[in-house]
């Protein structure tokens, strides 16, 4: 199947910085990346929906000046989280979509987790 | 938005028996796609079974079947013969075929397999 991967996986950064999240498709080029948050013990709860070559939409409530994300190519979307302040520690999770809308098929990275302290 | 209900934060099942998960949601579209996602301690969410609305059959995949009830808007989840394996956390997902595409996920049932 396809793979998508994350990097970091694990990242502690000190508050007031910023860290960049890298989310690739492996095996296949992906027109859509998803970025979600997690919460110990939660859901997933989408963040942004970034297509390549255009600006990324943000759902309601998130920060698109804190949360920065470019989807330069149809293999990489990164998120950066500017000035990161505690309550930003979470475990963040990318998805990618492969073919059409509706019947494309959608493959999870394998998530990265921020510590900020 | 569509929204996604888990009302089982917990369940346990022994060994080699069958448990049921249980999902609801709420739409107003008729073309969507339904998922059951698990979600082990390494946090990689793993696709466990699709079903496509228009499909009236019920998915199966090995020892993992659905209950899809779509008038009553139902999309439960029957594991067979029970794994140590299984234990995880299980979501339940809903995707449109319209608006982004993005899940819907429901809170979560956390499953333990008991030996």
């Known amino acids: 199947g396809a793979v998508v991967s994350q990097h970091p996986s694990w990242v502690i950064c000190k508050s007031g910085t910023s860290v960049k999240i890298e989310c690739r498709s492996l095996d296949f080029q992906a027109t859509t990346m998803f970025w979600y948050r997690q919460f110990p013990k939660q859901s997933l709860m989408l963040m942004a929906t970034?297509?390549?070559?255009?600006?990324?939409?943000?759902e309601q409530g998130v920060e698109k000046d804190k949360f920065l994300i470019n989807h330069a190519s149809l293999t990489l979307s990164t998120l950066t989280v500017t000035s990161a302040h505690p309550e930003d520690s979470s475990f963040y999770i990318c998805s990618a979509r492969f073919g059409l809308a509706g019947a494309g098929e959608q493959y999870f990275g394998p998530g990265t987790r921020l510590t900020v302290t | 938005a569509q929204t996604v209900t888990q009302s089982q934060p917990e369940m346990s099942v022994q060994e080699a028996e069958t448990v049921t998960l249980s999902c609801t949601y709420d739409t107003s579209e008729s073309d969507y796609y339904l998922f059951w996602y698990k979600q082990p301690p390494s946090r990689q969410m793993i696709l466990v079974i699709r079903?496509?609305?228009?499909?009236?059959q019920n998915a199966t995949e090995n020892r993992f079947s659905v209950n899809f009830q779509k008038a009553a808007k139902s999309f439960s989840l029957k594991i067979s013969d029970s794994q140590l394996g299984d234990a995880a956390m299980y979501f339940c997902?809903?995707?449109?075929?319209?608006?982004?595409?993005?899940?819907?996920f429901g809170t979560g049932t956390s499953l333990t397999v008991i030996p």
């Open positions: 970034s297509n390549e070559g255009s600006k990324a939409t943000y």
């Open positions: 079903q496509e609305a228009y499909k009236q």
């Open positions: 997902a809903y995707r449109s075929n319209f608006t982004g595409n993005q899940f819907y």
